[in-house]
């Protein structure tokens, strides 16, 4: 995890040796922070976890968290009215995550060059960094979307400002798509599960598991669902069918796990 003088807004996660990668190139993900904070380090577990693995991971923020962070975050509060305070990152800051790892593979000073394949995209968020992935999903370079712990509102009820996404832009998605909810304790439960029941158009898988909206970002190296994110990214963006096991078929890897349950459409 650190900060690099070329992307100053957003914090990156990446293998420590890059040279080490011989032939082997990167993918891409571009991140969305839980509740579309400007804290590019609040889900570090997970994420470090993911980039050791192969991947330039970008986030938007600082490093405002953990035992590297200089200042903390601001404290971000509901209204009396209901409303959450505008948020500190958009969907905008989320796409140029993309725009600034494809742009270091060629740039002629960067430590990337060369390093990175451009065509392996994938976005995804936390909570309000969900819907953040989930507007970021229809962009042309994007191969799949993680979603965790969020999903869209119904009409004229979301309290989140500056977060504008409705259930008929999921019709904007265009690739895999995959939602990780923590079961009916999660806040987003009922979000995530009504976009399951109406995306149809493009394979999804949904991914229930008992631990709340919390996920397990805080447990070491991401816990389970940074493993489960990791393969449906291998799978995805670099075609492994031993990945693909682990959401294929009645047995699959993560239908076997006890309290889990795995729920798919048009997913082969």
């Known amino acids: ?56 991971v970008v986030a938007p923020g600082r490093i405002l968290s953990g035992p590297t962070a200089t200042e903390r975050p601001t404290q971000r509060t509901i209204g009396a009215d209901g409303k959450m305070p505008p948020v500190a990152t958009t969907p905008a800051d989320v796409r140029a995550g993309i725009d600034w790892a494809i742009g ?8 990337y060059r060369s390093h990175i394949d451009t065509k392996a995209v994938a976005v995804g968020g936390h909570s309000c960094g969900g819907l953040q992935a989930l507007r970021v999903g229809s962009d042309p370079r ?71 909206h ?20 291998d799978w995805q963006l670099r075609g492994d069918r031993s990945a693909a096991r682990t959401f294929l078929g009645e047995n699959c890897r993560l239908c076997t796990v006890k309290g889990w349950t795995v729920d798919r459409k048009n997913l082969r």
């Open 1 to 56: 995890m650190e900060t690099d003088p070329s992307a100053p807004n957003h914090v990156i996660y990446r293998p420590k040796d890059l040279e080490g990668l011989g032939k082997r190139k990167l993918g891409i993900l571009a991140w969305g922070n839980g509740g579309c904070r400007d804290n590019g380090a609040a889900a570090r577990h997970h994420l470090v976890e993911i980039a050791s693995w192969g991947y330039v």
């Open 142 to 212: 994007v191969k799949t979307v993680m979603v965790h712990n969020s999903g869209t509102f119904p009409p004229n009820t979301n309290p989140i400002v500056g977060m504008q996404i409705e259930k008929e832009d999921l019709k904007a998605i265009h690739t895999p798509i995959i939602y990780f909810l923590g079961g009916a304790a999660d806040i987003a439960y009922p979000q995530g599960t009504d976009d399951f029941r109406i995306i149809n158009h493009v394979p999804i898988a949904m991914v229930n598991m008992p631990v709340g």
């Open 214 to 233: 919390g996920g397990t970002f805080w447990q070491r190296h991401g816990g389970s669902v940074a493993h489960a994110a990791l393969d449906w990214m």
């Open 104 to 111: 270091e593979n060629s740039r002629k000073a960067s430590r």
